[in-house]
């Protein structure tokens, strides 16, 4: 989960991420939404309740899906 407007975690340094779980075969998906850095934190200006609300259920579909 990446926010696009996160400073800490540029486009290259998430291509970066994505190319190394590539090439050691794991299975995953990348989910970037239109936040800020750790915009699933329920405190602060960053905070985003829809994209978070997303977040968790795309990463505990994601989890039922290969955990079933």
Same mark, same amino acid.
């Given at each position: ?10 486009? %290259? ?7 190394? =779980?590539?090439?050691?075969? !794991?299975?995953? %998906? !990348?989910? =970037?939404?239109? +936040? ?10 960053? *905070?985003?309740? %829809?994209? !978070?609300?997303?977040? *968790? +259920?795309?990463?505990?579909?994601? =989890?039922?899906?290969? =955990? +079933?």
């Amino acid at each position: 989960m990446f926010g696009k407007k996160d400073p800490h975690v540029p486009p %290259e340094a998430r291509e970066k991420i994505d190319a190394a =779980l590539k090439e050691v075969g !794991t299975r995953y %998906e !990348t989910a =970037l939404f239109d +936040a800020e850095h750790a915009f699933m934190r329920d405190e602060g200006p960053r *905070w985003d309740p %829809e994209a !978070t609300d997303e977040a *968790w +259920a795309r990463a505990i579909a994601f =989890l039922r899906a290969r =955990l +079933a």
